[in-house]
């Protein structure tokens, strides 16, 4: 089945720095791919929607600039937090769809990757 | 846009048991209703999910209902297991390709 890998599963960095998570398709390109932001005890939320060789779609309120979104391949999208300050400390998913799986609507999740900023 | 409420936020069950989880979703347009289950410090993970031609799925012990004209959908884990226990989510999606979640309903199952 359809696997994506994120990497790292955990990082922390120090206030001021940035730090970059990769999303990669493991079996499938996938022109779009997902990253939302999970606080603890609670839902996953959308932060914005990465399309290979084209600008990201953020949601309103997510700062672009804040949040640096690559897809410059039909397997791997990045996630760069720029700045980073405590307030950004998360957990951060990827997920991307296989247009080929046969499933129409096959989302498929990475592993997530708990940022703490100190 | 799509909003999903999902009840109840906890559910406590006996193993053995069955337990139930619903959805509401606001969207007409949605058609796609997948379920996912979240353990600790883990991705979600796809369980089931239904499409909007389709009223019921089932796969082994896990089953989903779906009620368009009403705009809810449902959850069922029959003969519940203590590696059941984890953090369930249900979704909703429309045609662009966009999946709102519910709040999520953490599922524990008693020995």
């Known amino acids: 089945g359809a696997v994506v890998s994120q990497h790292p599963s955990w990082v922390i960095c120090k206030s001021g720095t940035s730090v970059k998570i990769e999303c990669r398709s493991l079996?499938?390109?996938?022109?779009?791919m997902f990253w939302y932001r999970q606080f603890p005890k609670q839902s996953l939320m959308l932060m914005a929607t990465s399309n290979e060789g084209s600008k990201a779609t953020y949601e309103q309120g997510v700062e672009k600039d804040k949040f640096l979104i690559n897809h410059a391949s039909l397997t791997l999208s990045t996630l760069t937090v720029t700045s980073a300050h405590p307030e950004d400390s998360s957990f951060y998913i990827c997920?991307?769809?296989?247009?080929?799986?046969?499933?129409?609507?096959?989302?498929?999740f990475g592993s997530g990757t708990r940022l703490t900023v100190v | 846009g799509e909003n999903v409420e999902q009840h109840p936020s906890t559910l406590s069950v006996q193993e053995g048991d069955s337990a139930v989880i619903k959805c509401t979703y606001s969207d007409s347009a949605s058609n796609y209703f997948p379920w996912y289950k979240q353990e600790l410090g883990k991705g979600p993970q796809l369980i089931i999910d239904?499409?909007?031609?389709?009223g019921e799925k089932k796969d082994q012990r896990i089953a989903v209902t779906l009620n368009k004209t009403a705009k809810h959908f449902s959850l069922h884990i029959t003969e519940t297991q203590p590696e059941d226990s984890a953090v369930y989510f249900c979704?909703?999606?429309?045609?662009?390709?966009?999946?709102?979640f519910g709040a999520g309903t953490t599922v524990t199952v008693r020995a």
């Open positions: 079996d499938f390109q996938a022109t779009t």
């Open positions: 997920s991307a769809r296989d247009p080929t799986g046969g499933i129409i609507y096959g989302y498929t």
């Open positions: 239904i499409r909007s031609n389709v």
């Open positions: 979704a909703a999606s429309p045609n662009d390709y966009k999946l709102s």
